[in-house]
Each structure stands twice: as structure tokens, then as C-alpha cells.
């Protein structure tokens, strides 16, 4: 039983040292060169904090630390693309963690978990790649949202807007969490307005048949979540399943969807009941949109 014992350690050490990096949280930055000359009328670059799959349970103090702190980065606009909760109490622990944030402009989407408890998962059933079924237990998403709408930021579900910050001109559409069939992308289908200076699309899941869309469409980027980056990876950062659609190599940071670019956040959180990340710590994402060049 010697061998059976070290494989019992071995997975014993791999799972406390998975717990423990859920507070490791890195700040990732991208510079992306999508605006016409010109746009920035010569402001330099426009900064947009995207952040996601918070998954807050009350007393994250950490996680609410270095939410807190992103502030100092100045960003213009901030994106949330959903699953913001955990557990049903955690709305005031959410509001605090994004704390100034919230006075920034800021545009957000919903994931199922946002409107749905979590539940006990299989983690063998999670490295297939299996859809799982929501618990279908309501959370209090409708607070939080009044919440968020109340502080400014605007509402992506199902909808579109056009909005100004400083100079640069927005077109901004997203759709409800396509992971379980919430969305319908007939609702905001179109191209962004012609006049706009950047056109992002929003959703949570980076499901394929919304993205090609999308990009269709002609939107210049698009933001989700929803991956966690794999939660579970290989070294290096590799992803074994996505939990969606889109392909491993796409499952966290800067790629391209039908020649459209496409950032998935590796998320900030895990479900309660699936509190561990290998190989793919916690983060944030600051992406400074700048001037094509020549």
C-alpha cells in the first residue's frame, strides 16, 4: 500500500496548493490596436478594465482588496461579464468589492449564476466537458442589478447603447448567458453604428454561434467569461475543457473569433463547491485600446 499512500499525498498536496491559489490574483494588460487614426483625438489610449466570474461568497476580503485597488489603474469603462455571486447573501459583498468601480462607467451581462445558486458538482463530470444543469435556485441578481443600474452602469442583456467617455464614441450590444440558451441574438442583431469609434459585443459564455454573429456584424471586440481559463490546466496555463463551445487554446486572454478580437477573462472566482485552480490564478484584465498604427 506504500504506492497507494503516496498517490493519496500526492493528491492531497495538489488539492491544498489548488486552494491556495485562489487568492494569487494577477492583473493581466494587453495594448490593442483596433481605433482608426484619429479617434483617440490625442488622448493616447482608452483603458478598459474587463472583469469577471467574481463568484463572491461573504468574507473574500482579499479578492475585495484587490477589486478595491483596481481603481488606481484609471480606467475609462468598465466590463463585468457575469456570475458575480456564490452564495445568496453575497450582493453587499459584490457592491463592495467593485466599490469605486462602480462610479467609473461600467456596462455588464449576467451569467447563470447570477440568477441561479450553485450546486455540488462532480469534478470528474467537469473534466468531461459536461453541461451542467442550474440549480434553479434563485439568487438575488434583481438587487444587484438595481444596484449597478443605480451607480450608472448600463444594462447589456438583450440590449445595445451608445454612450460617450471623453472623446472615444461607443457602440456596445450584448446578449443574456447563450451557456444555457438564454439569449437571443435576433434581439440586437445589426451592424454598431457606423459613426461609433469602437463597437464591443458582451456575453458570458463564449459560445461560437454567438460570436460568429458578432463578428459578422462587425463588431471590433468582443468580452466574455465564463471559462474561469480552464480552472483546471495544464502547466503553462493550458486548458483542458472550456465549459463552452469555444476551443481550449481560446480559453483565456487575447485571441481572434472569425477575424474579430476576443478577450475571455480567466475570471476572479470558482463555485463554492469547486474552490481550487491549477495552473491559472485569478485575474483581471487591462486592456489599453489604442490607434491602428500607420
Not at 2 to 18: E, I, N, Q
Not at 192 to 219: I, K
Amino acid at each position: 500500500m506504500p504506492l497507494a499512500g503516496a498517490a493519496a499525498a500526492a493528491g492531497a498536496g495538489t488539492l491544498a496548493w489548488g486552494y491556495s491559489e485562489l487568492e494569487r490574483f494577477e492583473l493581466h494588460t494587453h495594448e490593442l490596436p483596433i481605433l482608426e487614426p484619429g479617434a483617440l483625438r490625442g488622448t493616447g489610449e482608452f483603458r478598459l478594465l474587463h472583469v469577471s466570474d467574481l463568484h463572491m461568497i461573504p468574507g473574500q476580503e482579499a479578492k475585495t482588496a484587490f477589486l478595491n485597488a483596481l481603481d488606481e489603474l484609471d480606467p475609462h469603462l468598465v466590463v463585468n461579464t457575469g456570475d458575480n455571486l456564490s452564495d445568496e447573501r453575497a450582493v453587499p459583498d459584490v457592491l463592495r468589492a467593485l466599490g469605486p468601480l462602480l462610479a467609473r462607467p461600467g456596462l455588464f451581462v449576467f451569467g447563470t449564476n447570477d440568477y441561479w445558486a450553485p450546486r455540488p458538482v462532480n469534478p470528474a463530470k467537469y473534466l468531461t466537458g459536461a453541461k451542467r444543469e442550474p440549480s434553479y435556485v434563485d439568487l438575488p441578481w434583481r438587487d444587484m442589478r438595481a444596484a449597478f443600474l443605480e451607480h450608472g452602469w448600463r444594462d447589456a442583456n438583450q440590449a445595445r447603447h451608445e454612450f460617450k467617455v471623453g472623446p472615444v464614441r461607443i457602440a456596445a450590444a450584448g446578449v443574456d448567458d447563450p451557456h444555457h440558451d438564454l439569449d437571443d441574438y435576433d434581439e440586437i442583431a445589426g451592424a454598431p453604428n457606423a459613426d461609433s469609434d469602437l463597437a464591443l459585443a458582451l456575453l458570458h459564455a463564449p459560445e461560437p454561434r454567438v460570436l460568429s454573429r458578432f463578428a459578422a456584424d462587425g463588431y471590433q471586440l468582443a468580452l466574455a467569461g465564463h471559462t474561469h481559463g480552464g480552472q483546471i490546466c495544464l502547466p503553462g496555463g493550458h486548458a483542458i475543457v472550456t465549459n463552452s463551445g469555444i476551443d481550449p487554446k481560446r480559453a483565456a486572454g487575447l485571441s481572434e473569433f472569425d477575424g474579430m478580437p476576443l478577450h475571455v477573462s480567466n475570471g476572479l472566482g470558482t463555485s463554492k463547491y469547486a474552490p481550487v485552480r491549477l495552473f491559472c490564478r485569478p485575474s483581471a484584465t487591462l486592456l489599453k485600446i489604442t490607434e491602428r498604427r500607420g
